[in-house]
């Protein structure tokens, strides 16, 4: 089976993309993956093997020479994407939302190709829902989903997130030694998504520089590309232990040493939470229809995570939480075990299934 797997740029886009395609080419598919031009540059770890990049464009509401161009980046990225159809020829495409998906899923739509898109998010993104209704089959990663779209039931298959191969729980011992870390101290890990976030960095920082017992704790940082130099100067003025990468891909080893960690809400994060069951304290990113809210929410729901409002974040509400659960250990172990309570999917394996019974009638899955 040939399989065309497009994305946006974000890494909650990226990484369950890359999950599937990993797990389609294991099983033998021919897999063409098709990211924006703006992807080159990031560190996103990606296996060799058929990629194609197509200009991105950013457009919104506004007339303005910004949006001019962004129709012209989206027209020349609609034009390679039926370029990228007619060349490859896929037996179904895969989409995972994001304004850069929408060329490719109209194109085979048109060309009666079987298609598939995958929300990661609770609250479904204009892009999926516009083509939600173009579409063989909705994947979802949250059972709310579905009371958001306007579709026939039937259409919606709940898979969860697919996550990396990789992402396995790790020997503690093991993932001491990748850090230097110690035994025995409360490790924190922090992290503001796959661009990082500016405001969670700060306010971290001068959180933890001004704790008083500073020898109890260890902290994994993971700040982003542009605070990166002055967090580093930062954290070498203070007496924290500590490790701060710009990225960090192996993260299986920061989620198996994590005793609590400090992060924004994307959904790929969320999925991971849910895998490692680690206690969290959250931080949604407040734009973009308020989708991390509302996943946030359904940690906090399950008593799983406390959530700050960004407008909220500030250094002693942030103190308040985090020196309430570092003083209560019985606290941290019943949100450990809160996450129990969730369904466990292998979501890889069933998107997987989803993609080769829409694409290949009468094969054996």
Same mark, same amino acid.
């Given at each position: 089976?040939?399989?065309?797997?497009?994305?946006? %740029?974000?890494? #909650?886009?990226?990484?369950?993309?890359?999950?599937?395609?990993?797990?389609?080419?294991?099983?033998?598919?021919?897999?063409?993956?098709? =990211?924006?031009?703006?992807?080159?540059?990031?560190?996103?770890?990606?296996?060799? #093997?058929?990629?194609?990049?197509?200009?991105?464009?950013?457009?919104?509401?506004? @007339?303005?020479?910004?949006?001019?161009?962004?129709?012209?980046?989206?027209?020349? *990225?609609?034009?390679?994407?039926?370029?990228?159809?007619?060349?490859?020829?896929?037996?179904?495409?895969?989409?995972?939302? /994001?304004?850069?998906? @929408?060329?490719?899923?109209?194109?085979?739509?048109?060309?009666?190709?079987?298609?598939?898109?995958?929300?990661?998010?609770?609250?479904? *993104?204009?892009?999926?829902?516009?083509?939600?209704?173009?579409?063989?089959?909705?994947?979802?990663?949250?059972?709310?989903?579905?009371?958001?779209?306007?579709?026939?039931?039937?259409?919606?298959?709940?898979? *969860?997130?697919?996550?990396?191969?990789?992402?396995?729980? @790790?020997?503690?011992?093991?993932?001491?030694?990748?850090?230097?870390?110690?035994?025995?101290?409360?490790?924190?890990?922090?992290?503001?998504? /796959?661009?990082?976030?500016?405001?969670?960095?700060?306010?971290?920082?001068?959180?933890?520089?001004?704790?008083?017992?500073?020898?109890?704790?260890?902290?994994?940082?993971?700040? #982003?590309?542009?605070?990166? %130099?002055?967090?580093?100067?930062?954290?070498?003025?203070?007496?924290?232990?500590?490790?701060?990468?710009?990225?960090? /891909?192996?993260?299986?080893?920061?989620?198996?040493?994590?005793?609590?960690?400090?992060?924004?809400?994307?959904?790929?994060?969320?999925?991971?939470?849910?895998?490692?069951?680690?206690?969290?304290?959250?931080?949604?990113?407040?734009?973009?229809?308020?989708?991390?809210?509302?996943?946030?929410?359904?940690?906090?729901? =399950?008593?799983?995570? =406390?959530?700050?409002?960004?407008?909220?974040?500030?250094?002693?509400?942030?103190? *308040?939480?985090?020196?309430?659960?570092?003083?209560?250990?019985?606290?941290?172990?019943?949100?450990?075990?809160?996450?129990?309570?969730?369904?466990?999917?292998?979501?890889?394996?069933?998107?997987?299934?989803?993609?080769?019974?829409?694409?290949?009638?009468?094969?054996?899955?």
């Amino acid at each position: 089976m040939r399989v065309l797997i497009v994305t946006g %740029s974000s890494g #909650g886009h990226i990484f369950p993309a890359i999950a599937l395609s990993d797990s389609l080419k294991n099983s033998g598919q021919e897999v063409l993956l098709v =990211l924006p031009q703006k992807s080159r540059k990031d560190k996103i770890p990606i296996a060799p #093997g058929q990629i194609k990049y197509i200009p991105a464009a950013v457009l919104n509401f506004n @007339l303005s020479s910004k949006n001019i161009l962004g129709l012209w980046f989206f027209l020349w *990225g609609a034009w390679e994407s039926l370029r990228i159809i007619i060349k490859f020829k896929p037996d179904v495409v895969v989409g995972f939302g /994001s304004l850069n998906t @929408l060329a490719l899923i109209f194109w085979a739509w048109l060309f009666r190709i079987k298609t598939i898109i995958h929300e990661q998010n609770v609250i479904c *993104g204009r892009a999926n829902r516009l083509l939600a209704k173009l579409v063989d089959r909705v994947a979802v990663s949250f059972s709310q989903t579905r009371d958001g779209l306007n579709i026939a039931g039937e259409k919606i298959v709940l898979t *969860g997130n697919p996550l990396r191969r990789d992402l396995v729980r @790790l020997d503690k011992k093991e993932a001491l030694d990748f850090f230097k870390f110690k035994e025995g101290k409360f490790t924190i890990l922090i992290t503001g998504g /796959s661009q990082g976030s500016h405001r969670l960095n700060a306010v971290c920082l001068e959180v933890l520089s001004a704790h008083q017992k500073k020898d109890d704790l260890q902290v994994i940082h993971i700040s #982003g590309t542009q605070d990166f %130099s002055w967090l580093a100067a930062g954290y070498a003025s203070s007496t924290l232990t500590y490790k701060l990468f710009d990225f960090l /891909s192996q993260m299986q080893y920061a989620y198996s040493l994590a005793d609590l960690i400090i992060c924004r809400a994307g959904a790929t994060t969320i999925a991971e939470l849910q895998k490692f069951r680690i206690p969290a304290i959250l931080i949604p990113y407040p734009f973009v229809y308020a989708h991390q809210l509302a996943n946030a929410q359904v940690l906090e729901n =399950l008593k799983a995570a =406390l959530i700050i409002h960004d407008q909220e974040l500030t250094p002693d509400k942030l103190r *308040g939480k985090f020196t309430e659960l570092l003083a209560d250990p019985q606290k941290l172990e019943s949100m450990r075990q809160a996450y129990t309570q969730l369904q466990v999917f292998d979501a890889t394996q069933l998107l997987a299934k989803e993609v080769l019974t829409s694409g290949c009638k009468g094969c054996y899955v």
